[in-house]
């Protein structure tokens, strides 16, 4: 009987240390990034964190804030990490309480430009909003080099682009445009009278590369996705420059799960993190990690100012304003 007890308290012991060995802590992310490279993330991440899991709940900037702030109204967050596209919404989060300032050990391998001082969010993919064509129905001359471009009365119905209620990235660019002497809310007046179509930026991308659309605005790394995989499709950077959005990740300050948000954080910017997300086309924010095939240096690239403090101020405006010049 001695001995019976023996094995049996061997066994419990055993079954215990078994299942606290496979435990596992869950965090959740909430984003905007397309849900196959946030599925390609979730398995690089998982293989290298193998005691965390990642959930995942994808969609739009807008929805993704909506249901924080739901979440935030019912007194029930449950969301650890959030990743969206747009600088001044995370001011707006850390102005809120919303977000954990957290300075990852990689922050020192990252320009200061690409975070918040305190650590309240990291810039971890740079986006550029681009100009994208059809390369079968757009050929020689009519390759476009300018966002006036766009413009041309020939394209009339044969162009799109996001809007910034639904964007976080095109909010920006709507933000940037509108903010720029040489083209201001004037620019957006003209390419309404193109009745161009509105849809995702990667519904926009779509539509191009099918030849439903012949130009549009674009993000670049789906593009260069689109384009591996034999898409006829390409983009240039236009001559009045293109809007970089550093796509920042912060910790919400009621996380239940600060040390694994903040693992999510460490390997977003780290180097192994950052040569995953140059695998799924983006330009790394680490000077030794290289950028995808065919990307310029970012000293090379012309970007168009971004005045983040203005489109804080401006938020409800910048939309406001973009949907009046728009309706039907």
Do not use: H
């Not at 995942?56 to 993704?64: E, H, P, Q």
């Not at 989060?93 to 430009?113: G, H, T, W």
């Not at 083209?183 to 007046?189: E, H, N, Q, T």
């Amino acid at each position: 009987m001695k001995k019976f007890c023996t094995l049996l308290l061997i066994i419990i012991l055993i079954l215990g240390l078994s299942s606290s060995v496979l435990a596992k802590e869950k965090i959740t992310l909430y984003t905007s990034v397309p849900q196959s490279i946030i599925d390609n993330i979730k398995k690089d991440f998982e293989q290298k964190n193998p005691d965390i899991d990642l959930e995942i709940y994808r969609s739009g900037t807008s929805k993704v804030l909506a249901k924080l702030y739901a979440e935030k109204e019912s007194n029930n967050i449950v969301v650890d990490v959030i990743w969206v596209a747009d600088f001044s919404i995370y001011e707006n989060l850390k102005a809120e309480n919303l977000l954990y300032p957290y300075m990852s050990p990689e922050a020192v391998n990252v320009p200061q430009i690409y975070y918040e001082p305190e650590g309240y969010y990291y810039g971890a993919r740079l986006i550029n909003m681009v100009l994208g064509y059809n390369t079968t129905f757009i050929k020689g001359n009519d390759i476009p080099d300018s966002w006036e471009d766009l413009l041309d009365p020939r394209f009339v119905n044969k162009v799109g682009s996001s809007t910034p209620e639904r964007s976080g990235a095109f909010f920006v660019t709507a933000g940037a445009f509108a903010s720029n002497p040489d083209l201001g809310w004037d620019y957006f007046v003209e390419f309404a009278k193109q009745n161009p179509t509105q849809d995702s930026n990667t519904g926009i991308a779509k539509k191009v590369a099918s030849g439903e659309l012949l130009m549009g605005f674009v993000l670049d790394y789906t593009i260069r996705s689109m384009k591996e995989k034999g898409s006829p499709i390409d983009f240039v950077w236009p001559v009045e420059g293109a809007v970089m959005v550093p796509s920042p990740i912060g910790i919400i300050a009621s996380t239940k799960n600060l040390g694994s948000a903040k693992r999510f954080v460490d390997y977003s910017i780290s180097q192994d993190g950052q040569q995953e997300f140059t695998r799924n086309g983006f330009i790394p924010i680490r000077k030794d990690v290289s950028p995808p095939a065919g990307t310029p240096d970012l000293e090379d690239i012309k970007l168009m100012k971004t005045d983040w403090q203005w489109l804080r101020d401006n938020y409800s405006e910048i939309i406001q304003k973009f949907n009046e010049i728009f309706v039907k």
